[in-house]
């Protein structure tokens, strides 16, 4: 019951503003073609996204710096490798490190996606290198964020118990690998965490769950260590009859960003082709 009671009571404090998403710039970040995964540092003068042509075959890491209150042209981040799929921006607060996905090789990974982090170090990125072995398996790892206390949730694509996990980076020896009880059936795949810097609550992608689309975002809140609230749909501000994921929550906790394959930038598309994305954002209040 108190378990209950708390439940309700986190819910009511995270909540959306009741504004519309806005879309982020159309042309200097928001294209013709499908861009997905925002992240940005808490001064919010640097954005991180992926940006893939028409075929989807191949993913561009993009970067933006803000010049008075306008987005300049974006260009491809200097320590991509193509034809290497690197994905899934997560930038820490302080803009030194980045954290993201990719399928490049490196000796003692096996193929697929893996983890990986790079710093910004004497005015450049530096050499990325993956993260440790435990949280890197024969699985595919993705989709990552950071919580203020060192806590790492990411995606692990286990077949059928595909899910949710998370690990200490603050951790002295091997790191410990959670999986995060988020109340569903097992049989329920849940991707695409962005964690609350406090950790308070955590948004998710589902594509299961009783949604509005093909992919809906959903919140979960913490009522202690891995013990969380039954998942709520973030309702019809946020999930459109398209799909919507790749959320971040911004470093000050106040905004949501995510991607829609609603209309936007591209409004009349072919019937029975998959949309183009776009990135918006959404006023959270407490």
């Not at 609350?196 to 009783?210: N, R, T």
Request: aromatic share 10%; net charge positive; hydrophobic share 35%.
């Amino acid at each position: 019951m108190r378990i209950q009671i708390l439940s309700l009571f986190l819910c009511s404090v995270i909540s959306l503003s009741g504004q519309s998403p806005q879309l982020l710039q159309p042309g200097n970040l928001n294209s013709r073609d499908p861009e997905f995964g925002a992240s940005l540092p808490r001064n919010e003068n640097l954005i991180l996204f992926n940006r893939t042509d028409s075929s989807r075959m191949r993913m561009s890491l993009m970067q933006s710096v803000r010049r008075a209150k306008k987005w300049l042209p974006a260009e491809m981040i200097s320590f991509t490798e193509p034809p290497a799929w690197d994905i899934d921006p997560f930038i820490s607060p302080d803009g030194k490190t980045i954290y993201f996905s990719s399928d490049r090789a490196h000796p003692g990974l096996a193929p697929g996606f893996n983890l990986w982090s790079v710093s910004f170090k004497k005015g450049k990125w530096g050499q990325p290198a993956p993260l440790p072995s435990a949280i890197n398996t024969v699985h595919d790892e993705i989709y990552c964020s950071l919580a203020r206390n060192g806590n790492l949730y990411f995606t692990r694509m286990t077949g059928p118990a595909s899910g949710i996990y998370f690990t200490s980076l603050k951790q002295s020896g091997e790191a410990v690998i959670h999986k995060a009880k988020i109340p569903v059936p097992d049989s329920i795949r849940l991707s695409n965490p962005a964690v609350a810097p406090d950790e308070s609550f955590i948004v998710f992608v589902s594509g299961q769950l009783k949604g509005s689309g093909s992919a809906d975002l959903f919140i979960s809140h913490r009522l202690a260590f891995n013990t969380w609230s039954k998942p709520e749909n973030l309702g019809p501000e946020i999930n459109s009859s398209f799909a919507e994921f790749a959320p971040f929550i911004s470093a000050d906790g106040q905004w949501l960003y995510f991607t829609s394959e609603r209309p936007g930038v591209v409004d009349q598309f072919p019937a029975g082709h998959r949309r183009p994305g776009d990135i918006y954002k959404v006023k959270l209040k407490k």
